[in-house]
């Protein structure tokens, strides 16, 4: 069986990673229920049902084989006009990147479109979206976890730019960790 976090390349053939990259959905645009990846199986769990009133304002997972400050994969967020269901390996372009503390550590959202999407493939920067598209995205993060009685800040929008040296400090953490046998659930 394959592992979604550690057999799946990052990279797209003759495209340019960090740029570009493939994602792996856990949570479909519109879904309330938090899904993530089961570090040991490699299959998707459900965490959670989210307590608020809340849905998520696009589709949500990760890029392979990287390690992010919090141990787990990197999280991204891909734009596109439909839901993708849960455990798609898709392509996606990083245009952006939004940070939240959570805990008091940062969390990095890599914020990116559907590479094969023609109503997002021409968005290449953050500052291409509807400004109210962020305004929902930040209030999502802010929002979802009130009525569990848990606070998160959530920073500005960051350029496609911040988002590519994250994607690169990620990747090479989650190459650091598996070459010394520090990778939690290997």
């Known amino acids: 069986m394959i592992h979604a976090w550690h057999d799946v390349?990052?990279?797209i053939d003759g495209r340019n990673l960090p740029s570009e990259f493939r994602?792996?959905?856990e949570i479909p645009k519109g879904s309330s229920n938090k899904y993530e990846l089961d570090k040991a199986s490699g299959l998707l769990k459900l965490d959670r049902v989210l307590s608020s009133a809340v849905h998520y304002p696009a589709n949500y997972g990760f890029i392979p084989q990287t390690l992010a400050e919090d141990d787990d994969p990197l999280d991204v967020l891909v734009y596109c006009t439909e839901e993708i269901p849960p455990l798609t390996?898709?392509?996606a372009r990083a245009v952006g990147m939004m940070t939240m503390m959570d805990h008091g550590d940062p969390d990095h959202k890599i914020i990116s479109v559907l590479i094969e999407d023609p109503i997002y493939t021409e968005f290449r920067r953050a500052s291409d979206f509807p400004k109210h598209i962020f305004k929902?995205?930040?209030r999502f993060f802010e929002d979802y976890k009130t009525l569990e009685g848990?606070?998160?800040?959530v920073d500005e929008i960051m350029p496609a730019?911040?988002?590519y040296a994250v994607i690169e400090d990620c990747l090479t953490r989650y190459e650091r960790a598996r070459r010394t046998g520090a990778m939690k659930g290997l």
């Open 9 to 11: 390349t990052p990279g």
């Open 23 to 25: 994602a792996i959905i």
């Open 89 to 91: 390996l898709c392509n």
């Open 136 to 138: 929902m995205l930040r």
């Open 150 to 153: 848990k606070q998160v800040e």
């Open 161 to 163: 730019e911040a988002a």
